[in-house]
């Protein structure tokens, strides 16, 4: 089972707005990642959790917010966002051992839109 | 750095054309893995091979195939006998070993395939 769910499928909120992203994996993956991917271009690596500790944060702005409650669970908390973060938000998972094969498995993704 | 090259935009073939997708990489770890992964317009990433840098054997799974040669830093896709449900964009992505490069995946630009009836 390589399964990686996310919710919402689709999101719509305004600047002011606070909301939440969340990604769940039963793999018993130890590494969880968050990507942003804009149209027609390759999703862009944004923060890495390791063991559910924070470990590459791609100078992302901080009104994203990770948040890693347990090995199997990923959130991205939202505020004041801009238009521009408008975007296919991707989770991903993995083994999470440097030495491993370590293959990075995707969710369906949440498309946000910020109006 | 990291750098992975995929040159080919966008190619369209007929349904049971084979159809081959380039990629180059570019890193300075000497032992990494190599990806191709399949965004369908559904928007989800589904993985679909992966090869390290110290095996070069090529491979065959179904209609799948891959020709990866380090002496060109090269690691080509082939789809043969091309299905309508192939049509998709197909990125390439490279993984380093080292204890900065392993968490990031570095992707190409992305190969959009077009398969008509």
């Known amino acids: 089972d390589t399964e990686v769910t996310q919710t919402p499928k689709h999101l719509v909120m305004g600047m002011t707005n606070k909301k939440s992203l969340k990604c769940e994996q039963h793999m018993g993956h130890r590494a969880m990642y968050w990507y942003k991917q804009k149209a027609k271009k390759p999703p862009e690596l944004m923060f890495v959790y390791s063991y559910e500790k924070l470990s590459i944060n791609e100078s992302v702005p901080s009104r994203f917010s990770p948040e890693c409650p347990n090995s199997s669970l990923l959130n991205l908390h939202l505020h004041a966002l801009q238009p521009e973060d408008s975007a296919l938000y991707l989770c991903?998972?993995?083994?999470?051992?440097?030495?491993?094969?370590?293959?990075?498995?995707f969710g369906p993704g949440t498309r946000l839109t910020v109006l | 750095a990291q750098k992975v090259t995929q040159a080919q935009t966008e190619i369209s073939v007929v349904e049971k054309e084979d159809v081959t997708l380039d990629c180059v990489y570019e890193?300075?770890?000497?032992?990494?893995?190599l990806f191709w992964y399949k965004q369908p317009p559904s928007g989800e990433l589904v993985f679909l091979i992966r090869?390290?840098?110290?095996?070069?054997q090529n491979e065959i799974s179904g209609r799948y195939s891959w020709n990866f040669q380090k002496s060109t830093s090269s690691f080509n896709f082939t789809i043969t006998a091309s299905q309508v449900v192939d049509s998709a964009v197909y990125f390439c992505?490279?993984?380093?070993?080292?204890?900065?490069?392993?968490?990031?995946?570095?992707f190409g630009a992305g190969t959009q395939v077009v398969v008509t009836p």
């Open positions: 991903a998972s993995s083994q999470g051992s440097q030495g491993s094969t370590d293959t990075q498995y």
């Open positions: 992505a490279l993984r380093g070993m080292t204890t900065d490069s392993w968490g990031k995946l570095q």
């Open positions: 090869r390290n840098s110290f095996d070069e």
């Open positions: 890193t300075r770890d000497t032992t990494y893995y």
